[in-house]
């Protein structure tokens, strides 16, 4: 079993999205928190310390992720989705995105 967790910055649309969308897929978990301060669930160390592989959404949160939890990411795939805030939740053009761009790295 993956831990998968899914980052953009205020865990309102694209990495609920995710999380969602790849809820009931076989041999992971998922969760999604956001980068900010006043995400819905702010990313912790917790979380990056659970997880096996993270996926961010823009370049700006994998620098994120890489500055706040640099111990935390040892041995952990951080993948970068290149997905920008242009969409809402369970936007039907995000799903498709997600479905094209994660599996590869389950």
Not at 29 to 39: K, W
Request: glycine fraction near 2%.
């Amino acid at each position: 079993m993956k831990n998968v967790l899914f980052v953009c910055s205020q865990n309102k649309l694209r990495s609920p999205t995710a999380e969602q969308v790849f809820a009931d897929w076989p041999d992971i978990e998922v969760s999604s928190a956001g980068t900010n301060n006043d995400a819905e669930n702010p990313l912790s160390s917790e979380l990056v310390e659970w997880a096996d592989i993270i996926f961010v959404m823009e370049r700006t949160h994998r620098t994120k992720v890489q500055n706040r939890y640099r111990s935390a990411l040892k041995g952990k795939r951080l993948i970068c989705l290149h997905i920008p805030d242009d969409y809402d939740f369970m936007d039907p053009g995000l799903v498709r995105l997600l479905k094209a761009k994660i599996p590869q790295h389950l």
